[in-house]
């Protein structure tokens, strides 16, 4: 697993390498204008100690922040997602503190309105697996790396909102 912030647009200037988590790119770059992802897969955050808006990079190249979906070169922290093979689970919860109906989840969903009929997850329980939330239906919008655990309201996931329109597992291929 590796990752390169590159200062300047299509790979130049200065650079960091990083294969683990960082909570403050901040202190290697003052900004991000191009990343290179060797191998495995990250989130990468806007600002410094894992928030502000995410990103999800798999191996590949991004010449500038628009290839990635960035708003803007800033990039203060980034996430090594580990995978692993094998089943994903989560249960998922109309209501805070698990509460509501609850809805299983085993593999992709790229819409919940069509498959539960509901706009919004106030809570979540991660049995196995990463997983991306995303606001709009078919993985589109701001998107919220969920990893294994409990999650008894959306802002433990760092959503501003507990609008979820889809839902994808992390697989590296």
């Known amino acids: 697993m590796q990752i390169i912030f590159y200062e300047n647009r299509e790979f130049s200037g200065r650079h960091f390498e990083?294969?683990?988590?960082?909570?403050?790119?901040?202190?290697?770059?003052?900004?991000?204008?191009?990343i290179r992802v060797e191998s495995g897969c990250f989130m990468i955050y806007e600002k410094a100690n894992y928030t502000?808006?995410?990103?999800?990079?798999?191996?590949?190249?991004?010449?500038?922040?628009?290839?990635?979906?960035?708003?803007?070169?800033?990039?203060?922290?980034?996430r090594?997602?580990?995978?692993?093979?094998?089943?994903?689970?989560?249960?998922?919860?109309?209501?805070?503190?698990?509460?509501?109906?609850?809805?299983?989840?085993?593999?992709?969903?790229?819409s919940l309105v069509d498959r539960f009929n509901i706009h919004n997850i106030?809570?979540?329980?991660?049995?196995?697996?990463?997983?991306?939330?995303?606001?709009?239906?078919?993985?589109?919008?701001?998107?919220?790396l969920i990893r294994p655990g409990e999650y008894k309201r959306f802002s433990e996931w760092g959503g501003r909102s507990a609008r979820v329109g889809s839902i994808r597992r992390i697989i590296d291929y």
């Open 80 to 110: 090594h997602i580990h995978t692993e093979p094998g089943s994903f689970n989560m249960c998922l919860y109309e209501r805070i503190e698990f509460g509501g109906q609850m809805m299983d989840l085993m593999d992709d969903c790229p």
């Open 122 to 144: 106030f809570s979540c329980n991660v049995r196995k697996g990463n997983w991306l939330f995303y606001e709009r239906p078919h993985y589109r919008g701001k998107m919220y």
């Open 52 to 78: 502000g808006n995410q990103y999800y990079l798999s191996k590949g190249e991004y010449p500038d922040f628009h290839h990635w979906t960035g708003v803007s070169d800033s990039v203060g922290s980034c």
């Open 18 to 34: 990083c294969s683990k988590d960082c909570a403050d790119l901040l202190r290697s770059l003052s900004r991000c204008g191009s």
